[in-house]
Structures are given as structure tokens and as C-alpha cells.
């Protein structure tokens, strides 16, 4: 039986203010579902690939710093990588892990949220080394 991402989930303590990072850093769009605490994520158009998500309030404490990753970590495609780290740090995020090469595919690094929660960002370079 194969299986396929179709959905993905942040969890986060204040989910008004991941909503606004979130919509800050990658222009997503967020609507709530129905009167639930709960928030469908809308990453971009249907017509190019990509999956959505969603956002609920964080069920237990928060991630501590440092901690092992214990969940999948969704990387999101990115123009500028160096402007996006910037950019999620101006918004309250922090550098989890800096930029580095994946020869022939691009620069990648790895981010948290406000919230503590993990997330890889990828700026395509067929020349990174």
C-alpha cells in the first residue's frame, strides 16, 4: 500500500501569533474551520504542487531548545534562502541548524517558529556545493 503526504500539522501555544509568522514569512493563508480551534493552511494554488495543512492549539508543553527531533519536519521551497532566514528571525524565529549545500540540488537550513517547532527551508541551486 503506498502512501502519500497529503496534510501536515502545527501545533503552537499561541496560534494567533503563528498564524501571523507564518503569513509574514511564506504568504500563506489561513482560515479558521467552522468554530473550531482549528486553522486550514492554504500554502499556495492548487495547480502547482504542494501540500496544505493545518494549525491547532499546541496539546502539551512546548518543544525545549536543543531537543531531539521527534516528529516529520516539512521543508518549504524558498527564493532566497539568506532572506528567508532573515526574515523568520525578524519574526521571532531562530536558526536551528545554519545553510548548508546538498550538492546539485540547492541550500538548505533549518528554522524554529516562535512556538519552538522545527521546519527546513530549500533555495533550489543545481551549482550548490
Excluded at 486550514?40 to 536543543?66: D, Q, V, Y
Excluded at 532572506?83 to 525578524?90: H, I, K
Amino acid at each position: 500500500m503506498a502512501g502519500r503526504v497529503v496534510h501536515f500539522e502545527i501545533q503552537s501555544a499561541d496560534p494567533e501569533g503563528a498564524i501571523l509568522f507564518y503569513e509574514k514569512l511564506f504568504e500563506w493563508k489561513f482560515e479558521q474551520w467552522g468554530d473550531q480551534p482549528y486553522w486550514l493552511i492554504t500554502t499556495g494554488p492548487s495547480s502547482e504542487p504542494g501540500i496544505n495543512g493545518g494549525l491547532l492549539p499546541r496539546r502539551g508543553g512546548a518543544p525545549e531548545n536543543g531537543q531531539a527531533v521527534n516528529c516529520y519536519v516539512c521543508t518549504v521551497d524558498v527564493t532566497s534562502l539568506d532572506a528567508s532566514l532573515e526574515a523568520a528571525q525578524s519574526l521571532g524565529g531562530k536558526l536551528a541548524v545554519p545553510k548548508m549545500a546538498i550538492p546539485k540540488v540547492g541550500w538548505l537550513a533549518y528554522a524554529t517558529d516562535p512556538d519552538g517547532n522545527i521546519f527546513g527551508m530549500m533555495q533550489s541551486d543545481p551549482g550548490a556545493k
